[in-house]
Every structure is written in C-alpha cells, then in structure tokens.
C-alpha cells in the first residue's frame, strides 16, 4: 500500500498532449500505410476481393510489361535523385555559405526570394516552367537567341535525352532554398569563438569553410541527404503538372510515383487497379526504408558529434 | 431558442420543406460535363420539366478528370444520383457488371440508334444495353479559310492534295502548315491515327475484323496511317515536340496555322476565338473516288442507377434524351457535340452541319482502339499514343510500331494469339 502511494502519479497530461498528433497521425498517416501494404496482397476476380498473396508483386517483377515499367520509374527516379544530390544541395550549401558571411549586403533579401519558389505551388511551378522553355510562346529561346546562342535551344521537355534532367533542374531551382536554410542554420549555430580561434591559427576564408565549417555542419548535410532522397522518391507532383500522367515523350519522365498513380486510379482508357497499385506503393515504401535504415545504421551511427 | 441553436433551426426547416417538395419527384444527374451546366439549366431541363410535370431534374457535374473516381465512391456509397452520365465502353461496362447501371433495352427510345451507335453502352455480345447513347465527336481537319484563299488552295480530297496543300503552306513559309503537338501525347493517336486511320482499315469492317482476331495490326491496313503520320513531321511548327494541345488550340485560332487536324468538339469554344473564317474537311482518300470513312465517335451516354428510389421517373427521362426533340435542343446548344440518333436533326452552325454533312458522304466508325481492345495489360490505346508519338518525331519505324502494338494486344487478347 505504502509502495503504491510513494510511486509516481499516472502522467495523464502526457498522454492529453501526445492523444492529438497520435490520433491525427494514426488516422491519416498510420491507417492508410498499413491498409496499402494489405490491399496489395489482394486482387479483385468477378467483382469480389480475393486474396492472392505475394501474386501482385509476383507479376510487378516477373511480368515484363510490369517490371520493364518498374524499373524504368526506379532508373529515372535515381537519376532524378542524383541531380537532387549533385545539384541541389552543393548549390543550397554555397548559398548558405554566401548568405552567412557577416559582410553580404541585403542578405536578408536574397534569402526571402531563393526561398520562395518552396513555397510555390507545384502547379504553378510546373506551368510556369513549361511556359518559359516553351519553343512558341515560352522566353528561353528568345533569350538564348539574344546573347546568340538559339542553336543550343532546343524543345527540351519534348525530347526524350533532356525532358527529365530539366524537369530536375526545374525541381532543383524549386527547393533550393531547403538545404539553403537548413545549412544556414547549422552555420550560424558554429560559435564564434572556435572561429576567431582558427582564426588565430591561421585559418581563414576558404580554408576556414573546407577546414572548421564544413565538418561541423555534416550532420544537417546527412538529413538533408535522407531528406532529399525521401522527398524525391515520394515525388509526383511536378512530373504530373508538366507531363501529365504518362510521363511523356515515351516514359522518360515516369517516376514511381506517376507510374502509381496511373496503375492506382487508371488512365483514359486503362481502368484503375487498386491492388496493383498498392504493391507498387509498397514497393516504394520499401525502397523508401531501405534507403533510411542504409542511412539511419550506416552513416547516421558513424557521424561524429561535436560538443561545444 | 433559435438563436443558440441555429442548426437544430435549419434542420426543422429543411423536414419543414421536405413535405412541401415530396409531390415531385427530383432525378439527381451526374455528369462530367461541368462545360454544360448552362446549358442543361437554360435549355434541357425547362423543355423537360414543362413537357413533363411532376419530375425535376438536378444536374450535379464533377470535374472530368475527377469524375470516374468520385461516381465510384458515391456509387460504392449508395449516394449517387437518379441518372448517370457514361463514359463510353469499359469504364461504363465495368459500373454495369458491377450491379450499378440498370439494364434499360427493353426502352422505347432505344429503336431511334443505330448499332454503331447503341456499341458504346452495351455488353459485349450487344445483347444488352445499359446507357442511352446521348453524343459522339466527329474527326476531320479545321482548316484557316482566308490562308487557304490568300494561297489559293482547295480544299483538298485525296492524300496527294493533301500533302501538296501542305508543300505550298510550308514553301509560302507566313504560315505553319498544321498545328499539332506530341507533348500530351493523345493528339497524336485520336486526331492523327485514328483520325486518317478509318480510310485504310475501311471503317467498320477493319475495327470488327481487328476485333474478330481476323486482322493484325502488323497488316497494311493499320500500318499504313502510321506511314502517313511519319510524314507529319515535318510539316508541324517548330519544337512540336513540346507543343501542348492548348498550344496547338492557340497557334490555330490566332491564325498562325493554316490546317488542325481535330474533332468536332472544338467548334463552339472555337468559334468564340478565332476572327477568320475556318471551314472543315474529312480525312483525305487514297485516291479519288474512294469511299471516304470518318471516325464519329460515341462520347457521351447517360444510364440509370440501379439503385434509384424512382425507376419510372428515370426512364422517362432517359427516352426523352433518345427522342428527336432532344436532340436537336442538345445539338444547337452544343455544336459539335452531334446527336447519334438516326432522326434527323437541324444544325445552325455551319461548320458543324460540314461536320455532320460527312454521316451523309461517308462511312462511320469509332475509334478502332476503344471497344474491348483497350481491357488489358498493355493498354492498346494508351500503347497507340506512344507509337503515334514515335512515328511522328521518326524514333520508330511504322512498322516496327506496328509490331510493338501488335506483340502487346496479341499478349492478352485471345482472338489475336
């Protein structure tokens, strides 16, 4: 009895404060992923639901005409990543750098504006991108024609060999501005006084950057990695606004996520198939945790922390 | 009372008003056609309700692209209005196996369609039918009638013509000779190959014998509109590899192209854009004298709910909507979107009665690739965008487009093993 009056009260406002997000998250989030990874163990034969096991997945990669679509989503996926990755966040990385040296002038303004194509819709980003490399209507080939360079314009969203590498550009000039502020933040986090002490060294401009800021922002460059890489493989938004759902010219914009989308709800004439689009749902899902968990045990465990 | 409890008020106001209404009954029709919401309130629904009092018609459209997911749901629901709008063939098909269309053959208004027409709503074996067909699309070419006079060229009948009407429109070189694009794909498969296509395979008796398993898409019949879109190539504007349809619509109605190979859906939002004069011709023929074969294409259908409170209410409607006076209200308020009933029907628009002047001259079809033969996996329609697509920008070889259809509809549909 003493016992059980000594020991803690129940923390009920624990569970008060956590009860929204969990069930708002369990609702939309939790549920829906789970209800996925079982539908795709089922398939509809004359009207009813049947469960067929792993036949779905079974015909996703056995199936030639499934698995050649399969794989050449992930293909342009990984290609769409890369760019992400040698692009995007190298780009965001110097800016930030840029941005956080104490003698810029109007950086607060140049913030502002490479951040707010995020905070565009992907619609609008798409049609306006579509509209400026337009061969009619569009400015790029007016301006390359000005500074004397129309032979290098050509349709580009239209050509098999560059339609998804701009549609990743245009991607990449979106979200710049994430890595940006993220890399911004970890910058302006380093204290001052390790810097006036390499400074003291010896170590400055450049060198203090390679030497002294880069590896202590190596942390927020991993999540920004796992970021890009969960963001870009969940995309569908820009390829679906610019392309449309068949990812033309011939699949060579087809992501896994326009290739759910399209096996999922169906398209013109091809009638939606749930159950094969939640094994392709699945399929990224675990593609998905693959790449986290790679990163999470491999590189994440490894990186070294800093105390200050 | 009232005031703290406002929505206690409004709920015994509506069981108020429920009485009130009760008398009539009110069919609920889904659509995806949002484009004629005017007209349904302006035109169709007040000749409906004042030849038929006692039923009141609510027209509840979705957006298109929406329109097959949301009637599902509602359908799966039990929510879905008295009357639903069909999508033609198997997206239809699919509602009715599943219990949701009702089965309407035995309906008097149904003697006024012809078999063409009723095959877009029915089962397979045609023995049952289960939408009234309501509206098809004919395909042909726009053509600009004052770039056609300022170079003094005819409208053109057989391919050579055709071909010269477009060398003289690309040496004149003021003008794009056609507007078309491949970047969304479709235009290239139903205002190109299935446009030029019907004249090869012959209409109805290519489609049926493709069907049947008795000819192959490797044959000369269905290669050959694909050699003629090798050809287009050349003659669409710059960068076409990028044009999207709206880009095309927009390069026409300023007057920059001279020729759009299209259907006749466009004419009303057409004639609202371009300040010339456009006139319209059917695919061009081999050779002169040919029988010309036009793609009329069933669109738009509208069935019954089998699970609607007012089964008697509903087929009134649906055999006003299969009678002439239907059809000429629908036909005038949306030119180009042409009755498929065989009574007929007067036109006051001169480019759609061109349109419509072809049931006359020619034969009609529907798109080859629309009846059963898109079921499967691959997708022969969505196959047919992407080859009509390689064709025109010359990365495949008609043939080798040809095959690849082939080898895809021959891996699941029987008939063609």
């Not at chain 2, 003289?168 to 190959?193: C, F, L, R, V």
């Not at chain 2, 694909?226 to 960068?239: E, H, P, S, T, V």
């Not at chain 2, 371009?274 to 069933?298: L, N, R």
Request: hydrophobic share 45%.
């Amino acid at each position: 009895m003493r016992k059980h009056e000594n020991s803690p009260r129940f923390r009920w406002h624990i569970v008060v404060f956590l009860a929204p997000a969990v069930l708002v998250y369990t609702a939309v989030m939790i549920y829906p992923l789970f209800n996925t990874l079982r539908l795709s163990f089922f398939a509809e034969v004359d009207q009813q639901r049947v469960f067929v096991g792993l036949q779905n997945f079974h015909r996703l990669f056995g199936d030639a005409i499934w698995s050649n679509q399969f794989w050449n989503a992930l293909g342009n996926n990984l290609w769409f990543f890369l760019i992400h990755m040698l692009v995007q966040n190298p780009i965001g990385i110097a800016l930030a750098a840029i941005l956080s040296h104490s003698r810029l002038r109007f950086a607060a303004f140049y913030r502002s504006a490479i951040f707010i194509p995020t905070i565009l819709s992907f619609v609008i980003v798409g049609f306006a991108w579509k509209l400026i490399l337009s061969p009619i209507w569009g400015i790029a080939p007016g301006m390359l024609d000005a500074v004397g360079l129309n032979s290098l314009y050509a349709p580009w969203l239209g050509k098999e060999e560059y339609a998804l590498t701009t549609l990743s550009l245009v991607s990449v000039w979106q979200f710049v501005g994430i890595p940006m502020m993220l890399i911004y933040a970890a910058l302006l986090s380093i204290p001052e006084e390790i810097l006036e002490a390499a400074e003291v060294e010896g170590i400055t401009g450049l060198s203090a950057f390679w030497k002294i800021k880069l590896p202590l922002i190596l942390p927020s460059i991993g999540i920004i990695s796992i970021l890009t890489f969960v963001a870009n493989f969940n995309a569908f938004d820009l390829i679906y606004a610019a392309q449309g759902a068949l990812a033309g010219p011939d699949f060579s914009t087809d992501i896994l996520g326009t290739f759910l989308y399209r096996t999922f709800f169906g398209f013109q004439l091809q009638l939606g198939d749930p159950h094969m689009g939640s094994a392709i749902a699945s399929a990224m899902f675990l593609i998905i945790l693959l790449g986290v968990c790679l990163y999470l045990f491999g590189i994440q465990s490894r990186m070294r922390r800093y105390q200050f | 009372m009232t005031k703290r409890n406002p929505i206690g008020a409004l709920l015994i106001s509506t069981m108020l008003a429920g009485p009130a209404w009760a008398e009539d009954v009110t069919l609920t029709i889904e659509s995806w056609r949002n484009d004629d919401l005017a007209i349904w309130q302006d035109q169709i629904i007040p000749a409906f309700e004042a030849a038929h009092p006692g039923i009141k018609l609510n027209f509840t459209p979705s957006a298109p692209a929406e329109y097959n997911a949301i009637l599902n749901s509602k359908l799966e629901a039990g929510s879905a209005g008295d009357i639903i709008t069909c999508r033609p063939f198997d997206a239809s098909l699919a509602l009715f196996e599943a219990g949701h269309l009702a089965d309407i053959s035995a309906l008097d208004g149904m003697s006024n369609f012809s078999a063409v027409a009723k095959s877009g709503w029915s089962t397979d074996d045609a023995s049952i039918q289960y939408c009234v067909p309501m509206a098809s699309v004919i395909h042909g070419f726009i053509y600009n009638k004052d770039i056609f006079a300022e170079l003094g060229l005819e409208e053109p009948t057989t391919e050579a013509e055709f071909f010269a009407a477009l060398d003289a429109i690309k040496d004149d070189g003021s003008y794009i000779p056609m507007a078309m694009g491949t970047n969304d794909q479709w235009e290239a498969a139903t205002m190109g190959y299935n446009n030029i296509g019907p004249n090869y395979w012959k209409g109805e008796d290519g489609r049926l014998a493709l069907l049947a398993g008795d000819q192959k898409l490797t044959d000369e019949a269905w290669v050959a509109p694909f050699r003629q879109l090798a050809k287009w190539g050349d003659y669409l504007g710059d960068g076409y590899e990028a044009q999207t349809y709206p880009d095309s619509q927009n390069i026409f109605t300023l007057g920059r192209a001279a020729i759009y190979p299209t259907g006749s859906w466009e004419i009303s939002g057409f004639n609202g854009l371009a300040d010339f004069e456009m006139g319209a011709f059917y695919p061009p023929v081999q050779a002169a004298g040919d029988t010309c074969y036009i793609s009329d294409h069933t669109d738009i259908g509208i069935g019954m709910n089998a699970a609607t409170d007012n089964p008697e209410a509903a087929k009134t409607l649906l055999n006003w909507v299969g009678s002439p006076e239907f059809a000429t209200i629908f036909a005038n308020a949306l030119p180009g979107f042409f009755p498929l009933s065989s009574a007929p029907v007067t036109l006051d628009d001169p480019l759609a009665q061109e349109f419509i002047s072809w049931r006359g001259e020619c034969e009609s079809t529907i798109r080859s690739t629309y009846q059963v033969l898109s079921r499967g996996t691959p997708n022969l329609e969505n196959e047919t965008w992407n080859a009509s697509v390689a064709v025109i920008k010359g990365d495949e070889s008609p043939e080798d487009a040809g095959q690849r259809l082939q080898k895809g509809l021959a891996s699941w549909y029987e008939p063609q093993q």
